[in-house]
Every structure is written in C-alpha cells, then in structure tokens.
C-alpha cells in the first residue's frame, strides 16, 4: 500500500489515471481480503495500538516529496511554464502566435564535425536547421551559448517550484488543522469517559476512607472496652 501510495502520488502527473487505477485496486483488494479472512484464515488476534506507528512519518514523507517532485515535473518537462512565459513577456498580444519558433534555435549545418558534415552529401541545398533550445544563433559572437531569455526562463520554473510547494504545504497544513485526528463528537465522549471514571475513583476512595474510619472507630471502641474491664 505504501508503494503504490509513493507511485500514485509522485508520478501521478506524468499518469493523472494512475489514482483511479489504484482505487480500483484497492476495492478489489479489499473484497478478497474480507473473504479470505472469513472463508479461508483464522480469526486475527487484535492488537489495541494508537496510531499506525512509523507508517505515518513515512507517508508524510512521501507526500512531500511528491509535491516537489510533481512541480519539478510541470515546470521542466511540460510546455505549461513556457507556455505561460511567452504570453505574458514576449507575446505583444497575449496570444501563442509565434511560439513555435520562440523555442527552437538555429544551426549551421557547416559547423558539424568532419566526419558528420552533411554538406558534403550530393545535392544538399540546405544551409541552416532548427532545433528545440534558447541558444544564440550561428552568426553571433557568442554563438550557440545560453540567451538571456534561457536564463529568464530557468528562474520562471524555479520560482513556480517553490511557489507551488509552498502553497500546497500551506493548504495540506490548513486542511489538517480544519480536519481534527479525533472528532469532536468522539474527544466529548472521552471526556464524559474520564469525568465518570474520576467520579467512580472519587466515590470508590470515599467509600474506602468511610470504611477505615469505621475500622478505626471499632478498635478504638473495643480497647475502651477492655480497659474498663
């Protein structure tokens, strides 16, 4: 159960069915569970614990990780960011109008290697080539290093990663202080519990202290007794 929660959780972008696929699993699982413990296994002994142990910690763990692993995977390998970023800081109209060749570079066929030039194939008329990068162009100084537009959109990821993180753990917090661990119907009845156990310990040690008291005053009553004698 702990694996597949860590799969569904960190992957679940990646695969949005993966959820729906495990429920399935599980009310499957469940079903032949409950008929194996009718039908084919002895009753289990039971075990009174307060909570599930270190199982806990580990899936808290897991949960954070998947935030972050979950916005790393939207940011870096999905177009949504890149998306976003051109038509808020490039795009004059707010519009995906030209985003195609935004996110591709040029390249000069003529800086291949020797051994992989393709200008020296028969009937090549092909001077440049595109590729998906932010790279300067062949006839810049600094040809086929980094934009300032790369660098830009690098720091756009990383400031969703970290928003993103932060307003799912501000939300995860939020909803866990709103859902309380005991309900409130069940922490009353745990009071009215322990309010009727302290009045059944404090009658219980009255009736004790009322009955050495009557111990004592028969002693004291028999030795007047026999000091008369």
Known sequence: MVLQFGFVTIFVVAFPLAPLFALLN?????????????TFLRRPVAERVKNIGIWYRILNSVGKIS????????????????ETFYKVFISPDGSLNGFLN???????ISDFPGDLNILSEPDTSVEYCKYQDHREPPTANN????????????????????NFTCLVFIISSWICWLIPDIPK?????????NHVINDMIIEHELRKAKYLALNEKKKKGARLEDTSK
């Open 143 to 162: 040809k086929y290093e980094y934009k300032s537009i790369y660098w830009q959109f690098a720091t756009t990821c990383l400031m969703f990663v970290f």
């Open 26 to 38: 599980n009310i499957t699982e469940i079903r032949l569970d409950a008929r194996k413990f009718i």
């Open 185 to 193: 119907s069940v922490n009353l009845q745990i009071r009215h519990e």
């Open 67 to 82: 935030v972050i692993t979950n916005a790393l995977i939207i940011a870096f390998t999905s177009s949504f960011i890149e």
């Open 102 to 108: 935004f996110t591709l570079s040029d390249f000069n």
